[in-house]
């Protein structure tokens, strides 16, 4: 009997084919005590697992290496240092090493009580970005319990199982998949896959939508669910899997799927078009990008520049790689420096850090629990005001990338007057430090992010202090409507379209048209084509997006007339449900 099994839709596109199931290794361990002269030969079955999966991926890291981009994305490199990051984390392996030596363990029930006190850490942790990370820590624990078993592991496994089915259309169905897995994935037999965990931000969907993978994760139990060989069709348009579909189910999926196929190769020929509506009115698509290598993807795509380049990846889990606690401005330059080389010329956008006490620059599994609500404590803008050492090294190495192309700095999390005021400050002195050390660097465009309510309410002012402004969908959002979206128990009320938020975006918006300054969205609704019509009509010019969002949104702006959706866009305004009108502009 056909059901259907709702989870997330990370990556779009519709595949069909039998399932091939692997499951999450830790749920079925052994659990036993060892003696206490078998403690450090416990210790050196977990070192011989963990050298050997640190081997596994170096070697993948180094066959990424001589992919094209099209088959390994930037993402992806980041991906596996993260990992080789996580093995090497103090917190992590000491906690491991506890287990066994106090309680007397052995290594794989070990590893998994370790594996419960992190992932409880990750999942208080205010920041959904850093929350989805709990992921990563799960997938290295996975690799490991397979090498103590001498195993094959995730995608390896299931492939061996896909060679005695050579010929017949496979999907993979699994717990989890990791980076590594995943540049396999692209060279497997594998259509597509889905997942029982997972989130829009976590790893998995990230290098999915950059592979361009049809995917679902966040399926809760499909790998329990769903049965060795069933057919199943993944719709990562909708995030919904179909188990044992109907034939009339299938020649619709079937359908769908070969107008996926068109639409993809229709878009693809819109990478060189102009973004201009019907009405003649031009609109800037810019990628989102967290590494300098992704410049590559995102000219690829179509982009006319960087919107928002998140410097705090410099910054992160840097102990546990025996780097200092900050990178120095040399080191900091250079990155910069490559990302605006590799857009030729194109405008960059470097968002300063936004760290804090939800964001730690260490481990994140080293999270202070000392904060009752750290997305509202010293984080983003406040924290590097409070660190002005740290504050101005980053300001230097930016103004000397400037030197090599267009570049704008972005300050997230701006409220105050007296913040813009001292941010101003902190510029006029990184300047003043380079002209005294006789460096050269370049002009810069200075801008806020409006992520709070006070910095909507209070655009117009901001905008005498700033060159532009950038929307922060996601938390202005969260702030406004007091609802952490990855909560499950009031994720429901996490509404982009409603009234409070939209009327908070057109403010701002109009803010900006009114002094003849840029206004920018980034977040989810910047790259949401169902929300593109809305934002047009409100006036937005300037878009954010991961890159693979930006060819179908481009296509909405050149079907888009703002003529006749300006007043629509007022209707939806004034409306106390927006929602029932935006389906039809």
């Known amino acids: 009997m056909s059901f259907a099994i709702h989870g997330q839709a990370v990556s779009r596109g519709v595949t069909v084919g039998r399932a091939v199931v692997v499951g999450a290794s830790h749920m079925d361990v052994r659990h ?38 099209v088959d390994a994305p930037a993402e992806l490199q980041a991906l596996l240092d993260v990992q080789l990051m996580l093995l090497q984390d103090q917190t992590m392996s000491e906690g491991v090493r506890n287990w066994i030596v106090e309680r007397r363990y052995n290594a794989e029930w070990a590893l998994t009580s370790q594996l419960d006190v992190v992932s409880r850490q990750f999942d208080e942790m205010e920041d959904p970005y850093l929350r989805e990370r709990k992921a990563d820590v799960s997938q290295l624990v996975e690799r490991l319990l397979a090498a103590l078993k001498g195993e094959a592991h995730g995608l390896e496994q299931a492939s061996s199982k896909a060679l005695e089915q050579e010929g017949v259309p496979l999907v993979l169905v699994a717990h989890d998949l990791s980076p590594a897995d995943l540049l396999q994935f692209k060279q497997s037999v594998f259509t597509g ?19 361009d993978i049809p995917a679902v994760v966040g399926a809760r139990s499909a790998s329990h669910i769903i049965k060795q060989d069933d057919w199943i069709v993944i719709d990562g348009d909708s995030g919904v899997v179909v188990v044992d579909p109907s034939g009339i189910l299938l020649d619709e999926y079937a359908f769908k799927q070969r107008e996926g196929v068109l639409e993809r190769e229709r878009l693809g020929r819109l990478r060189n078009t102009p973004s201009v509506t019907l ?41 546990s790689q025996g780097k200092s606690a900050l990178p120095d401005e040399q080191e900091q330059y250079e990155a910069y420096k490559a990302a605006v080389e590799g857009m030729l010329g194109m405008p960059v956008t470097i968002r300063t850090i936004d760290v804090g006490a939800d964001k730690p620059l260490d481990s994140p599994a080293r999270y202070s629990h000392d904060k009752l609500n750290p997305a509202l404590g010293l984080r983003a803008i406040r924290w590097s005001l409070s660190e002005p ?51 050269l660097y370049g002009p810069v465009r200075i801008g806020a992010m409006v992520e709070v309510p006070a910095a909507a309410v209070m655009a117009p002012l901001f905008l005498e202090h700033f060159d532009f402004l950038s929307i922060g969908t996601n938390d202005l959002i969260q702030y406004t409507l007091a609802i952490d979206r990855v909560d499950e128990s009031v994720s429901h009320l996490y509404d982009a379209t409603h009234p409070a938020v939209l009327r908070l975006l057109a403010q701002t918006i109009e803010a900006g048209r009114v002094c003849g300054k840029e206004v920018a969205v980034c977040g989810e609704m910047a790259g949401d084509v169902a929300l593109t019509p809305l934002l047009l009509g409100l006036g937005l ?36 449900e927006p929602q029932t009108l935006i389906a039809n502009p």
């Open 193 to 211: 896959f889905v997942t029982d965990v997972g989130g829009k931000t976590s790893h998995t969907a990230i290098v999915a939508r950059s592979l």
């Open 389 to 439: 050492s740290m504050f101005i090294t980053q300001l230097k190495a930016i103004l000397r990338a400037a030197a090599h192309g267009r570049v704008n700095v972005l300050f997230p999390m701006v409220a105050h007057l007296s913040e813009i005021r001292q941010i101003h400050i902190m510029i006029d002195r990184a300047r003043a430090l380079l002209d005294n050390e006789g460096v």
């Open 279 to 319: 009405d003649g009115q031009p609109v800037e698509l810019m990628a989102n990008i967290e590494l300098p290598a992704d410049a590559e993807p995102a000219l690829a795509a179509g982009a006319v520049g960087v919107g928002l380049f998140r410097s705090e990846f410099l910054f992160m889990g840097r102990s």
């Open 541 to 576: 010019r300037h878009f954010l997006m991961h890159p693979s969002q930006i060819l179908a949104v481009k296509q909405q702006v050149l079907r888009s007339d703002t003529r006749r959706l300006v007043p629509w866009a007022q209707q939806v305004l004034a409306s106390n």
């Open 32 to 69: 036993y005590l060892v003696g206490e002269q078998d403690v450090e030969g416990e210790l050196a079955r977990l070192r011989r697992a963990r050298d050997g999966v640190i081997t596994e991926i170096e070697r993948v890291k180094a066959h990424v290496a001589t992919l094209p981009a």
